[in-house]
């Protein structure tokens, strides 16, 4: 998959004369930011501050470059479709996503409690009024952590089934999932996967740790939307631009 984003974002690059880092197998660079953003987006991003901050954010793997500038980011493909000035307007995204669209917070600094009266930070990629969404796209899993560590988290022997959850050696699997709903509980908000329709092993993993949960009523609060039913709710125009640009039909 991530060589198909790539083939797609250099087509998209040559055709528009864009300047781009081709150094690296994974993913194609845009070296300017807007590059990556449809225009739109990026005007209205520029428009809100705390929106244009999130661009500062740096790539995890490659130095003195920001995320932002990766064809593979799933958070500037989430900043592409929500910082859209239209979103509001969009019938089909609305109800795709079930929440009104006038309050959107990226990198929200979510607080996971934990035993002792401490608090852990964690980055929700995208917070509504009543949603918390975690953006996959290219991204292998979840991620892991040690069980001592997980099992410090307030009412996590209460949410969770926790002999069902999927664990490797000395750590549980789905870490990223595991925090999420915490906080979404602890907050009382829905959840959302935000994925791509090609990734069946995300959604696989995500519900296998939303069927952990204790209570039926929590369950319901987990969801899967993809990024394809999402562009295609869009207006034309940025649906044509995901289209091209991502090579996602």
């Given amino acids: 998959m991530k060589k198909e984003l790539r083939k797609a974002a250099l087509t998209f690059a040559d055709k528009y004369g864009l300047l781009v880092d081709k150094s690296h197998e994974s993913a194609l660079l845009f070296l300017n930011i807007k590059d990556n953003f449809h225009p739109e987006s990026f005007k209205n991003i520029c428009n809100h501050p705390e929106w ?10 490659v130095k003195s470059v920001f995320e932002m500038q990766s064809c593979n980011s799933s958070d500037a493909f989430l900043m592409n479709i929500f910082c859209h ?20 917070t990226f990198g929200y600094p979510g607080q996971v409690y934990i035993n002792g009266g401490q608090n852990d930070s964690t980055e929700i990629d995208m917070a509504l009024s009543g949603l918390f969404c975690e953006a996959k796209l ?8 040690a069980t001592n560590m997980v099992e410090k ?7 969770f089934h926790v002999n069902d ?22 907050h009382g908000k829905n959840h959302i996967l935000l994925c791509d329709e090609r990734r069946p092993d995300l959604v696989r993993r995500y519900f296998q740790t939303v069927s952990c949960l204790k209570d039926m009523a929590y ?11 999402l562009s295609s709710a869009c207006g034309a125009n940025l649906s044509n631009w995901i289209i091209e640009k991502y090579g996602m039909c």
């Fill in 85 to 104: 000035p239209d979103i509001g307007r969009w019938k089909g995204v609305r109800n795709l996503i079930r929440e009104e669209l006038n309050s959107i």
């Fill in 138 to 145: 290219t991204e292998t899993d979840f991620t892991q952590k």
């Fill in 165 to 186: 959850l999927p664990r490797i050696g000395d750590a549980y699997d789905n870490y990223q999932i595991i925090r999420n709903l915490l906080v979404a509980v602890q």
């Fill in 219 to 229: 369950r319901k609060l987990g969801r899967v939307v993809f990024w394809q039913e």
């Fill in 52 to 61: 244009q901050q999130r661009l500062n954010k740096p790539h995890q793997n």
């Fill in 153 to 159: 988290y307030d009412g996590f022997h209460k949410l």
